[in-house]
């Protein structure tokens, strides 16, 4: 089994990855998508990408 760290683009969300996670996860892979800091539904829009890259980071550092 192969672990996947999805990673969406701009002004979308992790769970726009979730047809392409449950095709992968149909393999027995495990899928993570994260929502990278500044495009959750609550978060300041303001958010610059480095904030988004550490936002990243940190996850994967868990």
């Not at 089994?1 to 992790?14: N, P, R």
């Not at 449950?22 to 959750?40: A, K, Q, W």
């Amino acid at each position: 089994m192969t672990t996947f760290v999805l990673v969406h683009g701009a002004w979308h969300s992790g769970n726009h990855l979730e047809p392409v996670a449950e095709h992968i996860r149909s393999f027995g892979h495990e899928v993570f998508l994260p929502t990278l800091r500044g495009n959750g539904k609550n978060d300041d829009k303001s958010t610059g990408l480095e904030e988004a890259i550490t936002s990243l980071l940190k996850f994967i550092d868990k």
